[in-house]
């Protein structure tokens, strides 16, 4: 189910340049969610969505349901959002191993990627992800305007900073419970498009590359 190929792009990717979106805090606002899916569809994209166990048990089933028949991909964004950088290794696994089972059962999915909540990554925590069924850790790009490693949205112009910030293979942080980013989400899609990018999820993007990626470490974008 995830990996649909419905759009032509996909039999020849190596000819776009790529950029997996990564969309965090899901499941969140159904409104905003259901506007980024809808952009991204019309301009025959796909993304990740870095799920919260606490928010499936929440009653946001159907919300995660709907992105996956749109062929999105649900990674894993811990099950409280704590601070988990913090945190001792034992307690890493407990909080990503939460989010997995619920997954695995409500959803039937084994998520490949783990998204730190506030990007707190350090080797503890890449560590204790390969250990939960050999997930990775993916953050993203830095903003070049405000120089930091965190979200595309946080420069003030989240159209200028998502188009200027882009390059081939590139991952963002993206967060659809702001309704700004669900807003810009189809002006951003349509000048990336016109500029020759495709979207897809992270999963696709290391395929499309031919990269095979590896655990205990952290990914910024699809080189490492
Ligand atoms: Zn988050």
């Given at each position: ?175 659809p419970a702001r309704s700004t ?44």
């Amino acid at each position: 189910m995830l990996d649909q190929k419905k759009y032509t792009w996909q039999s020849h990717p190596q000819d776009f340049k790529l950029i997996a979106f990564g969309f965090d805090d899901l499941p969140c606002s159904e409104k905003n969610v259901k506007m980024v899916v809808e952009a991204l569809a019309k301009y025959e994209g796909f993304a990740t969505c870095f799920v919260l166990g606490e928010n499936i048990e929440k009653g946001g089933k159907s919300l995660l349901e709907y992105v996956v028949q749109y062929g999105f991909e649900l990674g894993n964004h811990s099950y409280s959002h704590p601070r988990i950088g913090k945190y001792a290794y034992e307690e890493i696994v407990t909080e990503l191993q939460k989010t997995n089972d619920l997954l695995k059962r409500e959803m039937g999915i084994t998520p490949k990627w783990f998204r730190p909540p506030y990007l707190m990554n350090n080797s503890t925590v890449e560590v204790a992800c390969f250990a939960v069924d050999g997930m990775c850790v993916v953050n993203g790009l830095k903003n070049s305007r405000t120089n930091v490693w965190y979200h595309v949205e946080d420069g003030g112009d989240i159209l200028r900073d998502a188009v200027d910030n882009a390059y081939d293979g590139a991952i963002y942080v993206m967060h659809p419970a702001r309704s700004t980013t669900a807003m810009a989400m189809e002006e951003i899609c349509k000048a990336l498009y016109d500029k020759g990018y495709r979207f897809c999820t992270v999963s696709q993007l290391f395929e499309y590359k031919g990269i095979v990626p590896l655990g205990n470490k952290t990914y910024h974008d699809v080189n490492g």
